[in-house]
């Protein structure tokens, strides 16, 4: 059975720190991975989708990488802000079905001080 | 550019009461809807997905059911709503199921 862990479960950094989210998966035959972000109260925005054959996607600042023969997924997030300050969470697709059944962690829940 | 409306924001029922939630995806057409609900400490989970109209599975059985009357709307009902019914409730869609999942603001629902 697939499982998704997140650590830390919350860290706290100031302004301006390169800061590393960690996601691990118990079962490397995964779809695909995806990072979320959401903001107390909202909804999930969409970060970075990797599907299994790739190793890294970039956007902005932040960076994914996956390596599924460990098992493991890192986001990184360059010069840290205030406005990065939310919850993270990771997910994996098993497979290429229709009902999009993701396992999810619990998230990380970021906090960056000014 | 797509966009997806979730309604209401929050929601406060009694016990037995009706449930309608709404969701629809603008600037996209066929989309693979879904409906999650999050609890705290759990995770998300899927209740529904619809791959086109009245084309509806669920997940696990339960007090919800979900229909979609076209092709970029998609409703959360329950007939009589039950004090575990309350929680966080969260649309989303996707083009394809290796394209990026898409959320809505999601529905707070406290049933009293």
């Known amino acids: 059975k697939q499982e998704v862990t997140q650590i830390p479960a919350a860290l706290s950094v100031p302004e301006g720190e390169n800061l590393v989210l960690n996601c691990s998966f118990t079962?490397?035959?995964?779809?695909?991975l995806q990072w979320f972000r959401q903001d107390p109260g909202k909804g999930l925005t969409s970060l970075l989708l990797?599907?299994?054959s790739q190793r890294e996607q970039t956007s902005g600042r932040l960076n994914a990488s996956l390596d599924k023969s460990s098992g493991r997924s890192t986001l990184y997030i360059a010069a840290s802000q205030p406005g990065d300050s939310a919850t993270y969470l990771c997910?994996?697709?098993?497979?290429?079905?229709?009902?999009?059944?993701?396992?999810w962690g619990l998230g990380t829940s970021l906090a960056v001080n000014p | 550019s797509q966009t997806i409306h979730q309604w209401p924001a929050t929601l406060v029922q009694p016990v037995g009461s009706p449930l309608s939630l709404e969701c629809t995806v603008e600037?996209?057409?066929?989309?693979?809807l879904y409906w999650y609900r999050q609890a705290a400490g759990r995770g998300l989970q899927l209740l529904f997905y619809?791959?086109?109209?009245?084309?509806i599975s669920s997940e696990v059985p339960q007090n919800l059911s979900a229909s979609r009357p076209q092709d970029r709307q998609f409703i959360l009902s329950s007939k009589k709503l039950l004090l575990s019914d309350s929680g966080f409730y969260l649309c989303?869609?996707?083009?394809?199921?290796?394209?990026?999942?898409?959320f809505g603001n999601g529905t707070r629902l406290t049933v009293t």
């Open positions: 079962d490397s035959a995964i779809y695909n």
């Open positions: 619809s791959i086109g109209i009245d084309q």
């Open positions: 989303a869609w996707s083009s394809r199921t290796d394209s990026p999942l898409h």
């Open positions: 600037g996209t057409s066929n989309p693979n």
């Open positions: 990797i599907q299994s």
């Open positions: 997910a994996v697709t098993e497979n290429a079905g229709n009902n999009r059944k993701l396992i």
